[in-house]
T-cell receptor, first 112, second 116 residues
Framework: AQSVTQLDSQVPVFEEAPVELRCNYS??????LFWYVQYPNQGLQLLLK??????LVKGINGFEAEFNKSQTSFHLRKPSVHISDTAEYFC??????????FGSGTRLQVQP | ETGVTQSPTHLIKTRGQQVTLRCSSQ?????VSWYQQALGQGPQFIFQ???????GRGNFPPRFSGLQFPNYSSELNVNALELDDSALYLC???????????????FGEGSRLTVL
C-alpha cells in the first residue's frame, strides 16, 4: 500500500527566510505526487504536482518541489517565505485512479 | 467557472443521529470524492462516485454512504453518528478515470460536523 510521511508536524521560520517541508512516500509502482495547502477554515488548494518528466516541479506562490526516486522523497521548498504563507501543507500520493493518500500535514508558521 | 461548493458549512448533531452533506462539483467534472479530515490530521479517503456509482472506497464502515446525481452533484450520508465522526468533511471533484486524468482534485471548503 502507498503511504506518505511528513517528517515535521510544525516548522517555524522567520519572514524572508528559506524553508523546506519534508515528505517521504512509499510505493512499489510509479507515483503521482502532490502538495496541497490549507489556509485556516478553508479547503485544500493545489500547490504543485509531479506526474513524470523533470524532477524539479514549480508551483504557485513561488513554491517548488524535487522528486527524488532513490530517496523516495518529494520535499517542498521556497527560497523566501512571507507571512501569508502561514498555513497547513499536505503531501499526497495518488493511489491508483481512485484516491489520494495524504500525509498528516506540516504547519508552517512564518514569524515577522 | 464554478468551483466546488458544499453545504452546510457547519452543523451540530448528537450521537446516534443521521446527517446528510451536499456537494456540487466543479463545472465539467464528472467524478466526486469525499474525504474526512479529523482535527490535526490529513484528509482520509471515504469514497468516490463516478457515473452515479461508487467507484472506490476507503476504510470506512457501511454507515457512511453516498449518492451521485445525474448532474454530478453528490451527497454524503452518515448514520448512527459517533463522537469520532466529528471532523471536516471535504468534497473534491475531478475529471474522472479517463485517459490522461492526472488525479488532480479540486476541493470545496468543507462541512464541519460536530457530534455531541
Amino acid at each position: 500500500a502507498q503511504s506518505v510521511t511528513q517528517l515535521d508536524s510544525q516548522v517555524p521560520v522567520f519572514e524572508e527566510a528559506p524553508v523546506e517541508l519534508r515528505c517521504n512516500y512509499s510505493s512499489s509502482v510509479s507515483v503521482y505526487l502532490f502538495w496541497y495547502v490549507q489556509y485556516p477554515n478553508q479547503g485544500l488548494q493545489l500547490l504543485l504536482k509531479y506526474l513524470s518528466g523533470s524532477t524539479l516541479v514549480k508551483g504557485i506562490n513561488g513554491f517548488e518541489a524535487e522528486f527524488n526516486k532513490s530517496q523516495t522523497s518529494f520535499h517542498l521548498r521556497k527560497p523566501s517565505v512571507h507571512i501569508s504563507d502561514t498555513a497547513e501543507y499536505f503531501c499526497a500520493v495518488r493511489t491508483g485512479r481512485r484516491a489520494l493518500t495524504f500525509g498528516s500535514g506540516t504547519r508552517l508558521q512564518v514569524q515577522p | 467557472e464554478t468551483g466546488v461548493t458544499q453545504s452546510p458549512t457547519h452543523l451540530i448533531k448528537t450521537r446516534g443521529q443521521q446527517v446528510t452533506l451536499r456537494c456540487s462539483s466543479q463545472s465539467g467534472h464528472n467524478t466526486v470524492s469525499w474525504y474526512q479530515q479529523a482535527l490535526g490530521q490529513g484528509p482520509q479517503f471515504i469514497f468516490q462516485y463516478y457515473r452515479e456509482e461508487e467507484n472506490g472506497r476507503g476504510n470506512f464502515p457501511p454507515r457512511f454512504s453516498g449518492l451521485q446525481f445525474p448532474n454530478y452533484s453528490s451527497e454524503l450520508n452518515v448514520n448512527a453518528l459517533e463522537l469520532d465522526d466529528s471532523a471536516l468533511y471535504l468534497c473534491a471533484s475531478s475529471l474522472g478515470p479517463i485517459k490522461g486524468d492526472t488525479g488532480e482534485l479540486f476541493f470545496g471548503e468543507g462541512s464541519r460536523l460536530t457530534v455531541l
